[in-house]
């Protein structure tokens, strides 16, 4: 039976390749099957993506048709100084919460990668911040960070120093943003390690202990080659959450009470999704927004491709 | 052969598109279409109507509305009301979708400073010719707030918020400290409020050993726009705007002594500045919390306070240097959707109609506490004055209409107001100059007013 479904298939292959039949009775059958998803994504990605290219050369204001305007909005936006302070905050971000959130969440995974007693309680444990909601997360945080009733502060002024604005305090909000986006994520980073662990062979570990290796030894040489394309796939991930970095944000600097608040204090905090969404949603420039989020998936797009390049140096697969 | 099948292939994508798009525009044009269509025919002497209402509440606001439709339907047979309602936040994000995508309704609620956002970008109807011909204006409070400055009415007040000052009277009591009165100034203020200001050790302002970064107690607490400078701005002889709302006003020195006197009383930490403020779970919480002994605050402040089961009162805002007041006031509106036929907007006509001229549903409506009624009658009458519960001084809402304006409102006020607190907190915070922020927040925010006005 298998064997005719084999050789139907090569018998069938052959033809089609040199003559590209869409239309023959499988390739009809292929479309119409696919179609769903087809449509999908022209209604729901390719359609908005070339609306919002449209957008992005028009004066819109959501209210009233677009007009065309060219390459206006772009102009403004280059020469608008929140645009590049929100630019910087972003990349500031990405730059603090990348390399700690990897580092630290493949130390966590390496720890919990051990033979240990309650070793799923303790994955369970770092896992709890990944499922909830940043409205918690918040609360959490203000527990420790509140300028007047928090651990941080209560800590200080017992040590005699003074008292800190934590995240009202403008050199300190974008590390202390990164410090709990670090430790609501790391679970689920630790958890993509621990995969990337585990398919490690043994015999590795095993041969490396009869040549004389210590642990160091077989971290470096045998865990990190040949984990480098979970952290590479770690790496990607995460700069482009840093860079889509919305909701944290929003939440923890206040915009759900005052959208001028969201960024803050004194625009600080204010990353490219966020300045999106205030240009758009709030101060109807829906045009402008759309090339900025245009502008953002360059720059995504660029980052990407960079880290392709480079990962032909350092990440090995098998 | 091959540049055939890929013409196919391509065929197939438009069509593909094609139908969906189709699809997506037919349930348009059926449910606009459908709709008037629904209104024809079950006609028997007078034709019916179905209007959209759009609203923000919450519970029990909700279910008052509800009410008072089914009211309004009774009375008005050949009208059928279908309403959609949201949380304040969702439903403006999703009335400015509903708008792009021509399915607003066909009446909605406004807040009062987002009216000329809507009338100046054309989504609502000029209302000047049916309010002249149907209202009396002089029996109706807020009415003019909602004028531009060519003269056109564009919304009916739903509700009115207005601010007065609001004091904690337990707190004034334990520091003996006299009660506001109609006769204070904005310094008189400053004065009984540092003595109403204790640090953590229980020391007040005037104290020496007061620890100004570290408060238990605030003279007053002072939050953005309407519960904060706006007011103080405009008592000082200051403002944002002038007469047009296309130009700014800021750069003046009626406005620079104005924030001395704000930044002064946020450095000693007698007012709350942007920085306490984040350290409550909202800035409104301040006051009802017992943090403050006192608050500029809008009528709807009094619900929070009586949850609390404060023990309180309210009085008129205080007068600056000159004798000049100002009681800073939002009228949630009523406003038509423009582009609905000329059938439906008779019909929402009569329901605004309905809201304001009728005295039951004026009453119903201040049961709820949330506004101070729209109908002068109504909210001179006991059902407002001598509503149970706090304030005592309910008077003050009503008297403070002598004095009071809209926030400055037009096309781009969220915009503005934005650009305003990022420098005005800059100065708040002592992170620049009074002088380099009112000259930064003029010329950013002319800007902005220049981008709309000068297409």
């Known amino acids: 039976m298998s064997n005719t479904v084999v050789n139907n298939m090569a018998a069938e292959t052959i033809p089609t390749t040199k003559k590209r039949k869409y239309f023959s009775h499988e390739g009809r059958w292929g479309l119409i099957l696919v179609s769903p998803y087809l449509i999908h994504l022209i209604v729901f990605v390719v359609g908005p993506l070339i609306a919002s290219l449209y957008f992005s050369l028009s004066k819109y204001d959501m209210l009233n048709p677009p007009k065309w305007v060219g390459l206006e909005n772009y102009q403004k936006l280059f020469h608008e100084p929140l645009f590049y302070k929100s630019l910087w905050n972003t990349i500031y971000f990405a730059i603090l919460f990348v390399p700690a959130q990897t580092f630290l969440a493949l130390l966590l995974a390496v720890a919990l990668n051990q033979k240990l007693k309650a070793l799923k309680l303790f994955r369970m444990a770092h896992f709890i911040p990944v499922i909830s909601s940043w409205t918690v997360i918040m609360y959490v945080a203000d527990a420790i960070f509140n300028p007047r009733f928090g651990l941080a502060n209560t800590f200080l002024l017992k040590l005699g120093l003074d008292p800190q604005r934590w995240f009202n305090d403008e050199h300190l909000v974008i590390p202390l943003l990164v410090l709990v986006a670090v430790w609501k994520g790391i679970g689920y980073i630790m958890i993509i390690y621990l995969a990337g662990l585990q398919s490690v062979p043994n015999e590795l570990y095993e041969a490396a202990e009869m040549d004389g290796a210590g642990t160091i030894r077989k971290f470096t040489s045998i865990t990190l080659p040949l984990i480098s394309p979970t952290t590479f796939l770690v790496i990607v991930l995460s700069s482009i959450t840093t860079f889509q970095a919305f909701e944290q944000i929003y939440v923890m600097t206040g915009g759900a009470a005052d959208i001028s608040a969201a960024g803050g204090p004194n625009n600080s905090s204010l990353v490219l999704m966020l300045y999106l969404y205030r240009e758009g949603f709030s101060f109807m420039h829906m045009g402008y927004a759309s090339a900025i989020a245009w502008i953002l998936f360059i720059i995504l797009f660029t980052l990407t491709i960079i880290q392709l390049k480079i990962q032909k140096k350092w990440v090995h697969y098998d | 052969m091959k540049v055939k099948s890929w013409i196919s292939i391509i065929t197939v994508f438009v069509l593909i598109l094609v139908l969906a ?103 609502v109807k000029d209302l000047t010719e049916w309010i002249n011909r149907d209202l009396n204006k002089d029996d109706y409070y807020g009415l003019d707030f909602n004028k531009d400055a060519n003269g056109k009415y564009w919304a009916v007040p739903q509700g009115i918020q207005i601010g007065v000052l609001y004091y904690n009277k337990d707190l004034f009591d334990k520091a003996h400290v006299e009660y506001p009165n109609e006769n204070w100034t904005w310094d008189d203020l400053q004065t009984a409020a540092a003595k109403l200001t204790l640090d953590a050790g229980g020391k007040n302002a005037n104290e020496s050993g007061f620890k100004s970064n570290n408060i238990s107690q605030f003279g007053l607490t002072f939050f953005s726009i309407t519960e904060g400078w706006f007011s103080v ?61 006192m608050r500029i605050g809008i009528y709807a402040r009094v619900l929070a306070a009586n949850e609390a089961g404060l023990n309180y009162d309210v ?47 004026q009453k119903e409506w201040a049961e709820l506490g949330e506004a101070v009624p729209v109908k002068k009658s109504v909210a001179n009458s006991d059902v407002f004055l001598k509503a149970a519960g706090n304030p005592a001084n309910k008077k003050a809402f009503l008297d403070s209409f002598e004095f009071a304006g809209a926030l400055d409102t037009n096309a781009v006020w969220e915009e503005w107001v934005a650009k305003f607190n990022e420098h005005a907190q800059r100065a708040f915070l002592g992170e620049s100059s009074i002088e380099d922020s009112l000259k930064g927040a003029d010329k950013d925010i002319q800007k902005i007013l220049d981008e709309f006005y000068k297409k």
């Open chain 2, 315 to 361: 009085t008129v805002l205080p007068k600056g240097p000159d004798g000049n007041r100002f009681a800073p006031v939002i009228s949630n509106s009523w406003v038509i959707n423009s582009k609905v036929s000329d059938e439906k907007a008779k019909a929402a006509w009569e329901w605004i109609k309905f809201w304001a001229t009728e005295d039951e549903v």
């Open chain 2, 233 to 293: 701005l405009k008592s000082y002889g200051g403002g944002v705007l002038d007469e047009s709302m296309k130009k700014s006003i800021i750069h003046s020195d009626e406005n620079k002594k104005a924030f001395e006197w704000m930044v002064d009383g946020m450095k000693r930490g007698i007012l709350t500045d942007p920085a306490d403020l984040k350290s409550f779970q909202s800035p409104m919480a301040v006051f009802p919390s017992g943090a403050a002994a």
């Open chain 2, 21 to 123: 798009l189709t699809g997506c525009s037919n349930s348009d044009s059926q449910k606009t279409g459908g709709s008037t269509k629904k209104d024809t025919p079950k006609s028997n002497d007078e034709k019916e109507v179905t209007i959209n209402l759009g609203f923000y509440s919450g519970g029990k606001s909700d279910e008052k509305m509800q009410a008072l439709i089914k009211k309004f339907m009774t009375a008005h047979p050949n009208i059928k009301v279908t309403s959609q309602s949201a949380p304040y936040g969702q439903f403006y994000q999703k009335l400015d979708t509903q708008i792009a995508a021509q399915e607003a309704p066909d009446v909605w609620l406004s807040d009062g400073v987002l009216v000329m956002k809507y009338a100046e970008r054309g989504a």
